[in-house]
């Protein structure tokens, strides 16, 4: 891989990484503005409600008693991804791995400065679509960016099988 296209992909990850960190913090700061703890703010009908909540757990609130699990795993994976940036094999794969490490930032922020304490901190939660746990934009960025990694990897392989002619 060239070192201008490796350059490349790296960039792109961490642009999207860092897109979904600012949105993410952002929207916790408004929602933290804005919205009362508990209270439900119907947004579209029946489907999308504005709840405030602290989570101490992992994504859509679960293993809420492990939180300082959640932070070194958060962590681990944030520094995997950047140590390995420059070696995505294509921008599908950049973008998947931005959003995952975004995502990941995004909550880890809340873990380290949040109460109740460093490591042990809450992740704010605001989106709730009602038939599933609240989460918010990072939680979304780690998970579209899973589905897009599993689908760029899958292509890449189909596109690497017709290429050895099976």
């Known amino acids: ?90 921008r599908g794969h950049a973008a998947a791995l931005g959003l995952i490490l975004g995502g990941a930032v995004g909550n880890l922020v809340d873990r380290i400065t949040r109460e109740p304490g460093i490591l042990r901190g809450e992740v704010i939660d605001f989106i709730d679509l009602r038939v599933w746990p609240v989460f918010n934009v990072a939680d979304s960025g780690v998970v579209a960016g899973a589905v897009l990694l599993l689908l760029v990897s899958w292509r890449a392989e189909r596109r690497a099988k017709r290429e050895q002619g099976e």
Do not use: C, Y
Request: glycine share 6%.
């Open 1 to 90: 891989m060239a070192a201008s296209t490796s350059t490349s992909r790296a960039a792109l990850l961490f642009a999207v990484a860092a897109i979904v960190i600012a949105i993410d913090q952002a929207t916790k700061a408004l929602a933290l503005a804005a919205l009362t703890p508990g209270e439900s703010t119907p947004v579209i009908g029946g489907v999308l409600h504005w709840t405030l909540q602290r989570n101490p757990g992992a994504a859509f609130g679960i293993f809420q008693r492990f939180p300082v699990v959640f932070t070194v795993l958060a962590t681990a994976v944030s520094v995997w991804i950047v140590a390995r940036a420059g070696r995505a094999p294509d």
